[in-house]
């Protein structure tokens, strides 16, 4: 038997062919790119559908080839390749200066449309005063006993949430809207940047700072109409987009004098988009005549496509975000907790642990019906409003949250929680002080992901009624909501035409892949970084 | 006993302080929260479902008209003025789907995660693995569109028969979509393979492709299959694409054509169902609510009727692909 075997052995020796496992490799290549380019491809003609670059003028895209592309290029593979932790920070900044920008503009609509500046004030003083009343008596937190601590906090919290806000609103003068937004928004980027400057430079230098970023914001508010642009939109972008980004710009040029050429690559992008607007604006190139344009992000649906607009269906879905993100992290982390750091192991856990891996795989629709018929039918909420749309988005991320919360804190060294211990911490102070904020990106990471799930699902919201079609925005919890996916496919299905398929619809995937692909982006740049730290 | 008096006075019990089970008691209800979910699933499905049914209806005190449970699960027919509710017409253009979408995931989806786990750089890696998460990142009614605008005219220079609403282009999106998740559970698989096992194949002169084939997939073959069963569940599940693609005419599919040959019946698979239009399961319940339908009637139950065959269905492929990971586990 073993002589058999080693006479074949030692025929075949020596002829291994080399073709079958070059072939193999490819064949696998060419699996792995199957889908990736295939998706290409076709997000290329929904883009071409939606931007329609071919119908610019030739001189429009030399302008821009001269001014912006060639250059960025230039520069940006120039410090790739000799100084790539320049080329990493104007990268960022350029990437950070776009998705604010975005993020700016949704929270214009909320404060233009939505929310008044003034409610938010009061909330924001509310929540405050709160905050600094727990705050103070946590500091006493040896002399008084727990109960009455809780109770204490509890009734400082309630006075604070439930009469503050009334007393501001019905105060007999009111604030402008924009001074509300470069006080509340803008304070919290001055209070970061001016504890960034105290810890390295000092009191004195700190307190220069955090006003500068508040004068400066109040600058660009005044400035904005001076552009054509609003002081409340204006003041909203500059507090959340320019003036921090410009912070860090700034922070990174005096901090990291090695990586400061970066500053020039994004000045270089940045600067050669206005410069080639600016040309293009003075020669008469027209440009490519998209759907994608402004009157396609602010005006509501409409029968003719090249009038329907994506507004109502921004402003709901950034409501719809909002909701799920304050039910599903607390509840989803929480729940994370649990499983990791106090579950003892007995047949409940196990048993939560299989339910929440099935409830992953349960159907987007069955979720759906579960708010249909609990929320709706049951409880006997009205349909399809902001509330019951986003409590059932919710349901549908949690187990998603909870799983990757549960990754990230299972990636917390275990020593640290046996130094925790060690000190005399308790298992509540070990997870607020050690295991929360040492997997705070983590969570982070997977919380924005399942969110970035969230908005792109449309068959729960059907399912609870949310109209195909909304003029108008929500203004509150209760009134009903559209988001960007079920208007797409409100074009798509029931406003089936040419007219939709070549005009509306590109347009309205375009605008909901860009917020969904910049969010990912965010999210997967969090986790590279985190990473890179562990 | 010195020892623990000693302790008794140094320490304090905190596992049971107001503030440690005020804590405890709040991260349990969030944990038990997915317990509740579960359970209101469950018993709403089951509860509406009752109600459709003229067997069980009775015991929950519905009058009015109901639909027979064999005439529900045996009938082809779904036409809901009629009141005729036969779920196998839903059922069969979902099964054709599925079964479309496995033959292109399946065999792609295992040779991403060959490529990934055995033969990517990690640079490769570090671009490939983002560009698969996109790929099922991005929403479903995108791929519908995907499919109905781009993908069936391009279907339609080799197949001039391909119907405007087709199987076949929803089969293809949902493909691409459950890409990703049979490669990651799969690449997992393959990754947690022990790198002794690999480099004892290279010792006895085994080349890179027989260590792949040979000793890697075996070796995981656990949790490839239980990333396909978890990858056809979700195309069961998956409803925007295929409510936009695969059209909204309910009919009964059948895949097996009879032939003759030389007088004698012979069954061949007909592929030709694959250019027709149907109406899979989730998007019959999509078409119910936004068609308009009164609530509380037959049609509004007939929806928890099909939503409790899709839930026991994919919940059963869940469990099993759970007990295939477990069970044939290699343990190294």
């Not at chain 1, 909701?323 to 982390?333: I, M, N, R």
Request: net charge neutral; aromatic share 10%.
């Amino acid at each position: 038997m073993a002589t058999d075997t080693d006479s074949r052995v030692i025929e075949g020796f020596g002829q291994v062919s080399r073709t079958v496992g070059t072939l193999f490799r490819y064949l696998l290549l060419a699996s792995t790119l199957f889908g990736i380019v295939m998706l290409g491809v076709l997000l290329l003609y929904v883009a071409n559908d939606a931007i329609q670059p071919l119908t610019a003028d030739p001189g429009w895209h030399l302008t821009f080839l001269c001014t912006f592309v060639l250059p960025s290029l230039a520069v940006g593979g120039y410090l790739y390749r000799r100084n790539r932790p320049a080329f990493r920070l104007g990268g960022s900044l350029v990437g950070a200066l776009a998705v604010s920008l975005m993020f700016a503009g949704g929270a214009s609509i909320v404060f233009v449309d939505i929310l008044d500046p003034m409610v938010w004030f009061s909330y924001v003083v509310g929540f405050a005063l709160a905050g600094l009343g727990v705050l103070a008596i946590e500091r006493r937190s040896h002399s008084i006993p727990f109960s009455v601590r809780f109770v204490a906090a509890i009734a400082v919290v309630g006075v604070s949430l439930l009469v503050v806000p009334n007393l501001l609103i019905d105060l007999p003068y009111a604030l402008i809207g924009w001074a509300v937004i470069a006080y509340t928004v803008g304070g919290v980027v001055a209070a970061a940047l001016g504890r960034y400057v105290y810890r390295s430079r000092g009191p004195r230098k700190a307190i220069v700072a955090a006003g500068g970023v508040l004068l400066a914001v109040a600058a660009l508010a005044l400035a904005g109409p001076l552009v054509g642009v609003d002081p409340l939109p204006a003041s909203i972008v500059a507090a959340v987009s320019l003036v921090p980004v410009c912070s860090y710009a700034g922070v990174a040029a005096f901090d990291r004098p090695k990586a400061r050429v970066g500053l020039v690559f994004a000045a270089v992008v940045v600067g050669g988009a206005f410069l080639g607007a600016a040309v293009a604006d003075l020669a008469g190139f027209a440009g490519p005549e998209s759907w994608v344009n402004w009157s396609f992000l602010t005006n509501a649906h409409s029968g003719t496509a090249a009038d329907a607009g994506l507004y109502p269906a921004i402003g709901g879905s950034i409501l719809l975000m909002v909701t799920v993100a304050a039910l599903s992290f607390p509840l989803g982390v929480g729940a994370a907790v649990y499983l990791e750091e106090y579950a003892p192991d007995n047949r409940f856990t196990r048993f939560i642990d299989i339910n929440i891996s099935n409830l992953a795989g349960v159907p987007s629709v069955v979720y759906g019906l579960l708010g249909l018929g609990v929320f709706v039918t049951y409880a006997g909420r009205a349909m399809g409003t902001v509330l019951v749309g986003g409590a059932t988005l919710s349901l549908l991320i949690l187990p998603i949250v909870i799983i990757s919360s549960r990754e990230a804190i299972r990636s917390v060294p275990e020593e640290m929680r046996q130094a925790s211990y060690g000190m005399g911490a308790t298992r509540w102070q070990t997870v607020k002080n050690v295991v929360l904020p040492r997997a705070f990106p983590g969570i982070m990471t997977g919380t924005i992901l399942a969110l970035g799930r969230a908005i792109g699902e449309t068959a729960p919201l059907i399912m609870i009624g949310a109209p195909n079609v909304a003029f108008s925005l929500p203004t509150e919890l209760t009134s009903k909501v559209s988001a960007m996916p079920l208007q797409v496919y409100a074009w798509a299905g029931l406003f089936a035409s040419e007219e939709f398929y070549r005009q509306a619809v590109p347009a309205g995937v375009v605008v909901l892949l860009v917020v969904l692909l910049s969010m990912n982006s965010v999210a997967i740049v969090l986790r590279n970084r985190y990473e890179d730290g562990n | 006993m010195s020892t623990d008096d000693i302790n008794d006075d140094l320490t304090r019990r905190t596992e049971n302080a107001p503030q440690e089970l005020l804590t405890r008691a709040f991260f349990f209800l969030c944990a038990a929260l997915s317990v509740v979910t579960t359970v209101s699933i469950v018993v709403l499905l089951v509860t509406e479902a009752a109600k459709f049914f003229s067997i069980t209806a009775p015991l929950m005190d519905v009058t009015g008209a109901t639909a027979s449970l064999v005439d529900f699960l045996t009938g082809t027919n779904w036409i809901i003025n009629n009141e005729q509710f036969g779920v196998l017409a839903l059922v069969s253009v979902t099964v054709l789907i599925t079964f479309g979408s496995a033959v292109i995931a399946l065999p792609l989806g295992v040779a991403t995660a060959i490529y990934l786990s055995e033969y990517a750089s990690s640079r490769a890696r570090g671009v490939l693995k983002p560009a698969l998460e996109v790929l099922a990142g991005v929403p479903t009614v995108v791929y519908g569109f995907f499919a109905l605008v781009y993908i069936t005219p391009a279907l339609e220079v080799f197949l001039p028969s391909i119907g405007t609403f087709n199987l076949l282009s929803a089969s293809i999106v949902v493909g691409v979509m459950i890409i990703p998740m049979v490669a990651s559970i799969s690449e997992d698989a393959m990754s947690a393979v022990p790198e002794d096992l690999r480099q004892a194949g290279y010792g006895m002169g085994a080349t890179k492709f027989d260590v792949s084939t040979g000793i890697v997939v075996p070796a995981a073959l656990s949790g490839i299959f239980s990333s396909f069963i978890l990858a056809l569940s979700r195309a069961i599940g998956e409803t925007m694409a295929v409510t936009i693609a695969a059209g909204a005419q309910a009919r009964f599919l059948n895949p097996i054509g009879v032939g003759r040959i030389a007088g004698i019946p012979v069954p061949y698979p007909d592929l030709s169902v694959y250019l027709e239009g149907g109406l899979p399961m989730t998007a019959a319940m999509v078409n119910l609510l936004t068609g308009d339908i009164t609530g509380g009637g037959l049609a509004y139950r007939s929806l928890f009727a099909i939503g409790l065959v899709l839930f026991v269905i994919t919940l059963v492929m869940n469990i099993i692909s759970d007990i295939v990971a477990q069970r044939y586990r290699e343990e190294y």
